[in-house]
């Protein structure tokens, strides 16, 4: 599980002084410090420790719920060395040992070590405390002489060292010294089953076995040991297997085998830089045909620590990074754009980095080198491509440019950047803070060597992946690349600004692009070109855990995995559900971040806590509480447009934590960095994250796009550096040299009309209305107000024109079906989109009050005409006599005429809400018209009834709404808020807002938190407005004016 760290990508420097808290181990010296520690014949026992996994469950005998892996494995031994009493384990090998010794083991070998932990230990009785064999004084423990209060235990436990493996056929191994033990007996027999339909096989201590899998996906490891004494135990454990056929496919298209194999892994060190040089592994494979290097297409893989990612990855996997992505359309012939290269004519070439985490620069200098020996090799005039994976595009540009800027010839046509973060990468705020939090931090764990004697252990040895995903965070390459970063950690945490990740950025921006022999600069972005943000708001909740819930199992699902990703090809996680019952407790709450503001994004605390004998409780801290804010300089970028990471894509979560994990996609690298807005020198504010960028109509400088060509998915965003059908189409055309400009501009779900033309016509006249760009097919119908329409032409065209009648007045629906797939049929690039516009006709139409079904046909909805009381209050209660004057057909040239008919009253009035004030209870009533450009409405007459209402109450109270929402008329910020704090909706009320203006469309949405909310109406236009707000399945309607 280390990988699931690789997201985080900053520190400043590791803290030499380590917070201790000793409450723990204080308490468990006053609990068994009266104990006979010689009653512990095996040195070990449960109560004493702390439980960092499930030792009970992996007693010997296997169940559904006692699958071990690495860190589990981890996990159980460091349980066990928490467990200590008195000498007989005092030489016990420390946890930060046998780790060492496990990874080092790993990384000399080219097979699939197993390790093997089999230990006895001590546990109390159960009935120990009641059946008389202790006594129990003020919470401490007493041994009664002549009895043993202790039952003996088994812990037997195999992991593999390697968990996800690729290929079909490996080599398992069960070294000696990978077996830790205490029981001092003889083994007779090992077997094992490897799950590939051998069953049981017999394997000797330091045996190499041979194994070979038919399929991929999830395999079960089962260990059986059997001792001369008769004792047998068993253990299992799982692999990933990526399953890759070691027979070369006859499929037309790079396999990686057989003599196209030019180069394999063939090291080229690069040149220094500041003082010392990077290498890279380089994988050369031709097209076929050819004997030599020809056409060159050098791709540069991404951030990948763990050296996880290689040549078959590159050509077999259909994930991120895998061009083995199907980019033909039904009933076309099947292609993926691993054959649409080769048939190119391209030779593959392959740069993987033996250091991904140096700096961009060193790495950089390497590409260098292998430009130029590829140069040299090639034979012909073919010039070179370059595509750059995620942080490998960054590389790749820095190369080409400084090739440039040195006098060097790089031979290159084209330069492809795959969703790299020009302007840097994202990872949330709150996990680096949940981390941070967790490394450094050390346990006091009382040993009973003597009452005094009191170790201490490391959380990050107990909790599998701390220790080296932080190493990680030292990185330089993680460093340069992060946007917002932390620095410190336990306690110490807070934000750092970064000089590493600020200087290489500018360096970067002021070397520019590639120019030379007019080469060609495009990218590929994951993010939308719709601009549409992740389906959460800013800070809202990530995880929210206010329970105590199991941290190992909670780091493992969420708080690591959240973390995981930056690399180019993310390990998937093993499910396992061994950490769901451990002495190690948390409580965490982690948000996204707001926009602009120092808010609370974290808040986390450690705890440990069990119960000894059914009666004495431990609840003790293990790390203090901490809470990190964000800077009210920071952008909203955890659910902004870009390339995402989805932890369930690599982790399948646990039906447990449904109640509080919120959030399980994230955004990676914003649509502003992959695209290089502005080329770095443009200030990104909150607007930028939810821009559209359509390659058709590019933004405009200064915050352009610097690249020749660019492609953004359609709607949503997708998973970071992944090929699909679409981007892999469009790649294909651009290195086949017939680029094509790609938009789904019109599938976007826009806040305003796609439709542009007038809402307004008058009698005798003619409108022409426009669809957006890019479909193949168009098709125009009039809904509703066929009536008013005297004759239309274009129906079939991207511009629709009609003609209205000479008399009448009221609303058309205008609708045009338009894409790419004329026959519905699935199989258009885009798809196909239904636009609306609403199309007054005519002079305006006054509502009555409460507006009868018969009148809907002249207005687009009748729920945006709210219904109200015609009961007013006599005196001055001027929010609660605000009432709606309900018009079709305005305009910005529309007068109101209001005539008062009858009544005592005084009022105010401001476009369509009129606010009342009887001076006395009686009936009164009035009259309106209002006028457009094209004439003046009926008048229409409205009677209302104004009483006393200190005497009614209650029904004052039942006519009110829940929400009050002012100032109203407003021309900057609107407030939402309880009516009556006595009075207010269930505490799991679901609640939201939503404006819409008088024609039905959404203008923006409110996130009401804690029964408050405010929002911006600075961007919109004057006019009237209606609030939803959404209570459960009820709704309520403010009438708003922006003035």
């Known amino acids: 599980m280390k990988r699931i760290l690789l997201f985080l990508l900053c520190l400043a420097t590791f803290y030499n002084v380590q917070a201790q808290n000793t409450a723990y181990a204080n308490r468990m010296q006053y609990i068994f410090g009266n104990i006979n520690?010689?009653?512990?014949?095996?040195?070990?026992?449960?109560?004493?420790?702390?439980?960092?996994?499930?030792?009970?469950?992996?007693?010997?005998?296997?169940?559904?719920?006692?699958?071990?892996?690495?860190?589990?494995?981890?996990?159980?031994?460091?349980?066990?060395?928490?467990?200590?009493?008195?000498?007989?384990?005092?030489?016990?090998?420390?946890?930060?040992?046998?780790?060492?010794?496990?990874?080092?083991?790993?990384?000399?070998?080219?097979?699939?070590?197993?390790?093997?932990?089999?230990?006895?230990?001590?546990?109390?009785?159960?009935?120990?405390?009641?059946?008389?064999?202790?006594?129990?004084?003020?919470?401490?423990?007493?041994?009664?002489?002549?009895?043993?209060?202790?039952?003996?235990?088994?812990l037997f436990a195999i992991t593999p060292l390697k968990q996800n493996l690729q290929g079909s056929n490996f080599n398992f191994k069960l070294p000696s010294n990978l077996i830790y033990s205490n029981v001092g007996v003889t083994i007779s027999q090992i077997t094992v089953d490897f799950n590939n339909g051998q069953g049981y096989q017999n394997i000797a201590v330091n045996e190499v076995k041979n194994i070979s899998y038919t399929t991929g996906g999830e395999k079960i490891i089962k260990v059986k040991f059997q001792y001369t004494n008769g004792s047998i135990v068993e253990s299992?454990?799982?692999?990933?297997?990526?399953?890759?056929?070691?027979?070369?496919?006859?499929?037309?298209?790079?396999?990686?085998?057989?003599?196209?194999?030019?180069?394999?892994?063939?090291?080229?060190?690069?040149?220094?830089?500041?003082?010392?040089?990077?290498?890279?592994?380089?994988?050369?494979?031709?097209?076929?045909?050819h004997t030599q290097l020809t056409k060159p297409l050098i791709i540069i893989e991404g951030f990948d620590p763990e050296n996880s990612f290689n040549y078959l990855d590159l050509i077999n996997d259909d994930g991120p990074g895998g061009l083995n992505i199907q980019i033909s359309q039904t009933g076309q012939p099947f292609l993926t754009l691993n054959q649409a290269i080769e048939d190119e004519d391209y030779d593959l070439v392959f740069i993987n980095f033996v250091n991904s985490t140096d700096y961009i620069q060193r790495n950089a200098y390497m590409v260098e080198e292998v430009i130029r020996q590829i140069n040299q090799l090639k034979v012909g005039n073919e010039k070179n491509v370059v595509l750059?994976?995620?942080?490998?595009?960054?590389?790749?540009?820095?190369?080409?440019?400084?090739?440039?800027?040195?006098?060097?010839?790089?031979?290159?046509k084209l330069y492809i950047s795959h969703d790299s973060p020009h302007q840097g990468a994202n990872v949330p705020l709150a996990a680096q803070a949940l981390v941070r939090h967790l490394v450094g931090e050390q346990i006091s764990l009382p040993v009973f060597f003597s009452l005094f004697s009191v170790p201490i252990a490391d959380l990050e040895d107990n909790v599998d992946g701390l220790s080296d995903g932080f190493a990680l965070l030292q990185s330089p390459a993680a460093q340069q690349m992060l946007i917002y970063q932390l620095q410190g950690t336990g306690a110490g945490i807070s934000i750092n600004n970064s000089t590493l990740n600020s200087s290489f950025l500018n360096e970067y921006k002021n070397m520019g692009y590639p120019i030379q022999d007019n080469i060609r600069n495009i990218a590929i972005a994951n993010g939308s070109e719709c601009g549409n943000p992740l389906n959460f708001n800013p800070y809202?909740?990530?995880?929210?855990?206010?329970?105590?819930?199991?941290?190992?199992?909670?780091?493992?699902?969420?708080?690591?995995?959240?973390?995981?990703?930056?690399?180019?090809?993310?390990?998937?996680?093993?499910?396992?559900?061994l950490s769901t019952n451990t002495d190690l407790k948390a409580q965490f709450t982690l948000k996204a971040l707001p926009s602009l503001q120092s808010k609370q994004i974290y808040k986390g605390r450690i705890y440990i806590k069990k119960t000894i004998l059914f009666v004495i409780n431990v609840n003790e801290p293990l790390i203090n509480e901490k809470t990190l804010n964000s800077s009210s300089t920071m952008l909203a970028l955890d659910n902004a447009n870009g390339g995402i990471y989805d932890i369930e894509n690599f982790a399948e979560l646990p039906t447990e934590f449904e109640d509080y994990v919120f959030q399980r996609r994230f955004n990676f690298i914003p649509a502003y960095s992959s695209l290089d807005v502005g080329s770095g020198n443009a200030t990104i504010v909150p607007s930028d994250l939810t821009k559209k960028y359509n390659p058709q109509s590019p933004p405009s400088a200064p915050k352009n796009v610097p690249f020749n060509n660019f492609f953004t998915n359609s709607i949503t965003s997708e998973a970071h550096i992944q090929f699909t059908l679409n981007n892999g189409f469009w790649l294909r055309n651009e290195i086949s040299g017939t680029p094509q400009i790609f938009s789904c501009s019109y599938?976007?779900?826009?806040?305003?009309?796609?439709?542009?033309?007038?809402?307004?016509?008058?009698?005798?006249?003619?409108?022409?209305?426009?669809?957006?760009?890019?479909?193949?097919?168009?098709?125009?119908?009039?809904?509703?107000?066929?009536?008013?329409?005297?004759?239309?032409?274009?129906?079939?065209?991207?511009?629709?024109?009609?003609?209205?009648?000479?008399?009448?007045?009221?609303?058309?629906?205008?609708?045009?079906?338009?894409?790419?797939?004329?026959?519905n049929t699935g199989n258009g690039r885009c798809g196909n989109a239904v636009f609306i516009i609403n199309i007054w006709v005519g002079k305006p139409y006054v509502f009555g009050a409460n507006p009868n079904p018969n009148e809907l046909e002249y207005f687009v909805d009748g729920t945006f005409?709210?219904?109200?009381?015609?009961?007013?209050?006599?005196?001055?209660?001027?929010?609660?006599?605000?009432?709606?004057?309900?018009?079709?057909g305005l305009d910005s040239n529309s007068q109101w005429e209001i005539v008062k008919l009858s009544g005592y009253f005084s009022y105010s009035h401001y476009n369509g809400m009129i606010t009342i004030n009887p001076s006395v209870p009686g009936a009164l009533s009035f009259k309106v018209r209002v006028s457009n450009s094209c004439g003046i409405s009926d008048w229409k007459t409205f009677t209302y009834n104004a009483i006393n209402c200190n005497s009614n109450i209650a029904l004052r109270s039942t006519e009110s709404s829940t929400y009050i929402v002012y100032p109203n008329p407003s021309k900057d910020i609107v407030n939402i808020d309880l009516r009556d704090s006595n009075n207010?909706?269930?505490?799991?009320?679901?609640?939201?807002?939503?404006?819409?203006?008088?024609?039905?469309?959404?203008?923006?949405?409110?996130?009401?938190?804690?029964?408050?909310?405010i929002f911006s109406v600075t961007d919109i236009p004057k006019g009237i407005y209606v609030l939803k707000i959404y209570i459960n399945d009820e709704v309520e309607s403010h009438q708003i004016a922006v003035e």
């Open 236 to 289: 299992q454990s799982k692999i990933w297997v990526d399953y890759i056929n070691s027979i070369p496919s006859a499929q037309a298209r790079f396999n990686g085998f057989g003599s196209d194999m030019f180069w394999v892994n063939h090291a080229v060190p690069g040149n220094n830089w500041n003082g010392s040089a990077a290498t890279g592994l380089v994988t050369i494979e031709l097209a076929p045909g």
């Open 865 to 888: 005409c709210p219904i109200e009381s015609t009961t007013l209050c006599a005196g001055n209660y001027s929010e609660d006599n605000s009432r709606t004057i309900c018009v079709a």
């Open 540 to 577: 809202a909740d990530i995880v929210n855990a206010n329970i105590q819930v199991d941290l190992p199992f909670f780091l493992t699902n969420i708080a690591l995995a959240i973390t995981n990703g930056i690399s180019i090809n993310p390990i998937k996680v093993i499910t396992s559900v």
């Open 388 to 412: 750059g994976m995620s942080m490998g595009g960054l590389v790749g540009r820095y190369a080409l440019r400084h090739m440039e800027t040195s006098g060097e010839t790089h031979e290159t």
């Open 37 to 154: 520690k010689s009653k512990v014949t095996t040195g070990y026992l449960k109560e004493f420790g702390v439980r960092f996994a499930n030792i009970e469950v992996c007693n010997g005998s296997l169940s559904t719920n006692n699958y071990v892996t690495l860190k589990e494995w981890n996990n159980l031994y460091n349980s066990l060395y928490s467990m200590r009493v008195g000498t007989v384990a005092q030489n016990m090998i420390a946890p930060s040992v046998v780790n060492t010794n496990l990874k080092t083991a790993q990384s000399n070998s080219n097979d699939i070590l197993i390790a093997v932990q089999h230990f006895n230990y001590q546990q109390y009785k159960t009935n120990a405390h009641t059946n008389g064999d202790v006594i129990i004084t003020n919470d401490k423990i007493y041994d009664v002489t002549g009895r043993n209060p202790y039952d003996s235990k088994t």
């Open 984 to 1013: 207010q909706p269930e505490i799991t009320a679901k609640i939201s807002g939503e404006l819409f203006d008088l024609m039905g469309f959404s203008k923006a949405r409110v996130e009401i938190i804690n029964n408050k909310a």
């Open 747 to 823: 599938a976007c779900d826009d806040k305003v009309n796609n439709i542009s033309g007038t809402n307004l016509i008058c009698n005798s006249n003619s409108a022409t209305f426009t669809a957006p760009a890019g479909g193949t097919f168009y098709n125009w119908q009039i809904i509703d107000g066929s009536h008013l329409i005297a004759s239309s032409i274009g129906s079939n065209t991207q511009n629709f024109t009609i003609t209205t009648l000479s008399t009448g007045y009221g609303r058309v629906k205008l609708q045009v079906t338009m894409g790419d797939d004329p026959n």
